[in-house]
Antibody, heavy 118, light 110 residues
């Protein structure tokens, strides 16, 4: 079965960077795009971007264009999301998520809580 | 890319129906038949309920249905049950590998 296991919670200072990992299993890693979605406390879902694990190419939402980098390691079936220049508004749960067969998000990681605080 | 517009809240009694709208533009909802709906309970990851406007993933009851007209998509939950009390989000493909989520609708089962 499809499993997405994310790295543990992080606490960062404003201005720092954070990297969240997402290890995939139960399917052929390079065959499915991976999304990153975040949710601030008490707020809605926000799409951050998507990476094609086959070739490593990423597309980022305009809101994150200058601060986010998504990468992958095919040898470990892991994708990474790095967010830089953190500010308090970046405090949120970050999810990696995979599509089912097309333009939907069907499988979600357990989420990684990133707290930005001085 | 602006978030898709959903009503903040909706409600219905057990057994009744509730319909949630999701309004975008011709660049997202109106331009593609790739609208999905998710149900999220507090503290849990979202669950896919509808995809490609009208399709239900395996295991989702037929009480959930989706539709679209122009730039507005809709989710209808029939035969409301206590477990349907949650926040519902729509999302749409917006071209060039971009996606956009809706603002979310909190559904209360009275």
């Amino acid at each position: 079965q499809v499993q997405l296991v994310q790295s543990g919670a992080e606490v960062k200072r404003p201005g720092a960077s954070v990297t969240v990992s997402c290890k995939a299993s139960g399917y052929t890693f390079i065959n499915y795009y991976m999304h990153w979605v975040r949710q601030a406390p008490g707020q809605g879902l926000e799409w951050m971007g998507i990476i094609n694990p086959s070739n490593g190419r990423s597309t980022y939402a305009q809101n994150f264009q200058d601060r986010v980098t998504m990468t992958r390691d095919t040898s470990t079936s892991t994708v990474y999301m790095e967010l830089s220049s953190l500010r308090s508004e970046d405090t949120a749960m970050y999810y990696c998520a995979r599509d089912m067969s097309g333009y939907e998000i069907a499988y979600w990681g357990q989420g990684t809580l990133v707290t930005v605080s001085s | 890319q602006s978030a898709l517009t959903q009503p903040p809240s909706a409600s219905g009694s057990p057994g009744q129906s509730v319909t949630i709208s999701c309004t975008g533009t011709s660049s997202d909802v109106g331009g593609y038949n790739y609208v999905s709906w998710y149900r999220q309970h507090p503290g849990k990851a979202p669950k896919l309920m509808i995809y490609d406007v009208t399709k239900r993933p395996s295991g989702v009851p037929d009480r959930f249905s989706g539709s679209k007209s122009g730039n507005t998509a809709s989710l209808t939950v029939s035969g409301l049950q206590a477990e349907d009390e949650a926040t519902y989000y729509c999302t749409s493909y917006a071209g060039s590998n971009h996606y956009v989520f809706g603002t979310g609708t909190e559904v209360t089962v009275l």
